[in-house]
């Protein structure tokens, strides 16, 4: 007897913007900040949350459901998950990341078969070709776009600051460091290590109160400069974590050259992405981060980790590796 098959995984598949929608909207009304101060029956949420009557119940419903609260005898609180990395006053904090995909990616995301048809960037400021002076005119699109980029890179920066060989090395730079969640990882890891982050001038202040904020103004500092302009800062390990897939072919060759150049002999280059596997057939996360590279940048792609051997390969590094990080994040490691 052959089953029928079952539209189940179709549909929720299709609707699982319903999902993602609500845990954005918990983030932006400050829901798990409200638990974290005190666990609250649905009448007190409401009104801190400022909820409407009509919706109350069901949106606090649906996020237990989810398994994002939970409810006992009436009181909902956060889960431990929830409570550790959705508070924003917490260092542990990752919603910058889903502030960024509530209030840019999710709009832009509507406009994919636009992208599919036209090959062109959907988000905002369309005419400007360079996602980063779009981003960037704005003081508080470039606060949110930092900080959502420490969210999206602290759980690879333990995994890259634990599976490197650091002892083996004394100076790094985090190219295209943003916030500084890498350096302040590695330097918090290893008291051995001096460097810093390379990034555009207007992310300094940025970059320096985190640092400072971290207590390590003593061991990491800010270069900063364009990195299409200039030669990089030279380091034993040179790291560029989702900066290649920013760029096109061409200028994705030109910035594994500069960090040749920026090398000793002997030194490193991570590169780390959510690598597509190399049969381009199960990572999903990163086949679609370079349909988001499609919506977001003007010739940016994701690629596998024998694509970037390839080209490190061409660049002169000498051996290269690749090494899983954390979830769908891998390291594509160049020795010169
Ligand atoms: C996608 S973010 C990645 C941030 C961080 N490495 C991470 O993994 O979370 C790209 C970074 O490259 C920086 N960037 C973009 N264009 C640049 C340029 N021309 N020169 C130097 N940095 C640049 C941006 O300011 C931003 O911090």
């Given amino acids: 007897m052959t089953l029928k098959p079952s539209p189940e995984n179709i549909l929720s598949l299709g609707m699982s913007f319903w999902n993602a929608k609500a845990l954005l909207s918990a983030v932006e009304l400050g829901v798990f900040d409200a638990l974290a101060e005190a666990p609250a029956g649905l009448a007190m949420l409401r009104d801190k949350l400022g909820l409407h009557e009509r919706s109350a119940r069901d949106f606090l419903d649906a996020l237990v459901a989810l398994n994002l609260l939970e409810r006992e005898d009436g009181v909902y609180r956060n889960t431990a998950e929830t409570d550790f990395f959705l508070v924003r006053a917490r260092p542990s904090y990752v919603g910058g990341l889903l502030e960024m995909a509530n209030a840019r990616l999710y709009e832009s995301w509507g406009h994919l078969t636009e992208a599919l048809k036209t090959g062109r960037r959907q988000s905002e400021n369309k005419e400007e070709g360079d996602l980063f002076a779009a981003l960037y005119a704005d003081p ?22 634990a599976k ?116 381009r057939r199960e990572n999903a996360f990163g086949l679609l981060m370079s349909l988001n590279m499609l919506i977001e940048t003007s010739g940016g792609f994701d690629y596998t980790g024998a694509d970037c051997q390839g080209w490190m390969t061409e660049a002169g590094f000498s051996h290269t590796r690749v090494e899983h990080l954390l979830g769908p994040d891998s390291m594509v490691i160049g020795i010169k």
């Fill in 164 to 279: 490197f060989p650091w002892a083996g090395y004394k100076s790094f730079v985090d190219v295209g460091a943003a916030q500084g969640m890498v350096p302040v990882t590695l330097a918090q890891a290893h008291p051995h290590l001096t460097g810093g982050g390379f990034d555009l001038p207007q992310v300094q202040p940025i970059f320096d109160e985190f640092v400072a904020a971290n207590g390590l103004s003593d061991r990491l500092r800010f270069y900063p400069g364009d990195f299409f302009a200039g030669a990089l800062p030279c380091a034993d390990v040179i790291v560029m974590g989702h900066i290649l897939h920013d760029w096109d072919l061409d200028q994705k060759r030109l910035l594994l050259k500069k960090a040749h150049d920026a090398l000793p002999s002997g030194g490193a280059l991570i590169v780390y992405e959510a690598l597509i596997d190399d049969a």
């Fill in 140 to 161: 508080e699109r470039l606060r949110g776009f930092l900080a959502a980029m420490s969210g999206v890179s602290a759980g690879a920066a333990n995994a890259i600051a």
